[in-house]
């Protein structure tokens, strides 16, 4: 990105960010704020959030309501009940862009880099892009080429990285390298289930996970994948610097062999399908090898800073698996 546009995009995200940037500026905020990082999936009720934060009923309504305004704060309805948890949509997004392209103390502009999710049915797809490169993370099915060539057209895309080898996650890989002319790169283990996603057995053990495995079953009997060779296989530890991300693989066996996530910024965390988030968030619903599965779900918690973003469902802050 030119210096330039590089400052007309910090402008634009510090316009769309003042709200957020407001309600956070407030000390009281900000302890709810680190209360509800602390909870899971079901958040709090204002009862609870008084008590873990000393403060009047009253007083937290207030400021709840102004974190609901700027969309940092979500209300789920239970019956007569309301409960209070972390949003991470589009308003915290933009202010993550707003914070990672501040200056690095030296009078220059800083490394960052910007996440843009390309919704594909109950799937996802993502651009990560950095000073003028970018990686496409997953490709998705055959429905959605247009759509995910059409967020990337006008990107420099350096790799595509195939999390794992199901279909469902590479079926455009071969249509997208070429028109994108970018390399392909995934993990060695997987590349039997470019020909037959089935080549690895799976198992789930939750009514969900059981109802979820028979509708991929159905799906990968009638899949068919375009034929392609990797051109990079990644393993645990290698970075994607030499495609101008500042990012780093992650090896995340047990949903299939040769599962990955990608680690962007440190903060930034792609987990494939290690971990599931359709009704709720929660560990792999399907899996090769459950104690890997879990293994890799428990590696992922430790990242204890990063916003995870699934393979399907909608990203959430980081937390104990």
């Known amino acids: ?66 974190l609901l305004d700027c969309g940092l704060v979500t209300v789920k309805k239970q019956g007569t009940k309301n409960f209070y948890s972390l949003h991470i949509g589009e308003e915290f997004e933009t202010l993550q862009s707003l914070i990672s392209q501040g200056g690095n103390g030296s009078g220059g502009i ?24 970018a990686i496409l993370i997953d490709t998705s099915r ?11 057209k006008d990107k420099n895309v350096r790799l595509i990285v195939l999390t794992h080898g199901h279909a469902d996650h ?31 057995p799976v198992s789930a053990h939750t009514l969900l996970g059981k109802l979820v495995l028979a509708l991929t079953m159905k799906n990968f009997e009638r899949d068919e ?32 062999k040769g599962s990955i996530g990608v680690l962007a910024g440190g903060k930034d965390f792609f987990v494939g399908d290690a971990l599931f988030h359709l009704l709720y968030p929660a560990k792999s619903l399907l899996y090769g090898d459950k104690a890997e599965m879990e293994r890799s779900a428990k590696k992922i918690g430790t990242h204890s800073s990063a916003v995870i973003h699934f393979g399907h469902g909608k990203p959430v802050p980081n937390r104990n698996w």
């Open 225 to 256: 994948v375009e034929p392609f060779a990797p051109d990079v296989f990644l393993e645990d530890g290698d970075t994607l610097e030499e495609y101008g991300i500042n990012a780093k693989i992650i090896g995340l066996p047990g949903h299939t």
């Open 142 to 152: 055959t429905a959605y080429r247009e759509r995910i060539y059409d967020a990337c």
């Open 110 to 133: 800083q490394k960052m880099h910007r996440v843009t999710k390309i919704p594909c049915g109950n799937a996802n797809c993502y651009c990560v892009e950095e000073n003028g490169s």
């Open 170 to 200: 590479i079926q455009n890989a071969a249509a997208l390298a070429q028109r994108l002319n970018a390399p392909i790169a995934m993990h060695k283990a997987d590349k039997m289930l470019i020909s037959d996603s089935l080549a690895q």
């Open 1 to 66: 990105m030119e210096f330039l546009a590089q400052i007309e995009k910090i402008k634009a995200d510090f316009t769309q960010s003042r709200k957020m940037l407001l309600a956070i500026g407030d000390a009281t905020r900000q302890s709810i704020v680190t209360v509800l990082m602390g909870t899971g999936y079901g958040g709090l009720r204002v009862g609870e959030i008084t008590a873990k934060t000393h403060l009047s009923r009253p007083a937290v309504s207030h400021h709840l309501k102004i």
